[in-house]
């Protein structure tokens, strides 16, 4: 069943900050990543990278495979909803080549 309307993973980030009473500049700094770049992410005005999803994993106990999920989801929400498929034909496949038996 496909998910409507994902949020953007970084809203958990915001979250996290809220529940925890800690500021963005110091998970960013304890994350080893810029106040900056975790803000654009924490804002949903950039997505989240492998590199950050390590990132978040180690810092916040978080799977890397969970975040980068959640990003994949958003984005192809996101790309549903501006892509015009309508000119797209569906290809039927090229069949594939059979392979001798060994030994023939």
Known sequence: MAMHN????GG???EYL?????????VAKDLGVSAAALSKVA?????ISPEMALRL???LGIAARL?????????LNKARATTDVSGVHLH???PMPSHPEKGA
């Open 18 to 26: 809220e529940d925890n009473n800690v500021s963005l500049r110091r």
């Open 12 to 14: 958990f980030i915001t």
């Open 57 to 59: 994993e180690a810092g």
């Open 6 to 9: 994902p949020p953007h993973p």
């Open 67 to 75: 975040w980068l999920s959640m990003q994949a989801a958003f984005d």
């Open 92 to 94: 039927p496949g090229i």
């Open 43 to 47: 804002n949903g005005k950039a997505a």
